[in-house]
């Protein structure tokens, strides 16, 4: 992370900071995590770019959620999901729909299924494998769960 900070690329510690919150998010270290989404959030303000501050958000979105703040994770995503289309920005706008369907699976959202559902579909036929993948698996392992007595 020193090296962006050194070369004055507000935008790429944002963006490597996010992913080392989401990461610790994974490991189960949400202390650690919302720690480095605080500092993406502060590199960020710093950046111009939009993709830096949609994974900063994805992120942030994420680490909310695990910390109880539902409402305000989604609320944070859907202002993200309507800056992507505004802007354009298809794979985003994939992503943000990917959070925003896995933050309703952890809530226990019913919404959750059918709109992951209709994301895999939609990013299947425009291209986004990775994304239809992940929404697809993510499905898969909630399904897996739910038969699991």
Do not use: C
Not at 44 to 52: D, L
Not at 71 to 92: M, Q
Not at 123 to 148: C, E, H, P, V, Y
């Amino acid at each position: 992370m020193a090296g962006y900070e050194k070369a004055n690329s507000s935008g790429a510690g944002a963006s490597s900071q996010a992913i080392l919150a989401r990461n610790l998010l994974v490991a189960g270290k949400l202390t650690e995590a919302q720690s480095a989404v605080a500092k993406a959030a502060a590199l960020v303000r710093k950046s111009t770019g939009e993709p830096f501050r949609y994974e900063v958000s994805f992120a942030d979105g994420r680490v909310k959620a695990k910390s109880g703040k539902t409402f305000e994770a989604l609320s944070e995503l859907d202002a993200t999901l309507s800056s992507t289309r505004k802007f354009g920005y298809r794979l985003y706008e994939y992503q943000a729909r990917f959070a925003i369907g896995e933050i309703e699976l952890w809530s226990g959202s019913p919404s959750a299924h059918d709109r992951l559902t209709a994301l895999e579909k939609d990013a299947r036929d425009d291209g986004a494998f990775l994304i239809a993948n992940l929404a697809r698996d993510l499905l898969t392992q909630t399904s897996a769960k739910a038969k699991t007595p």
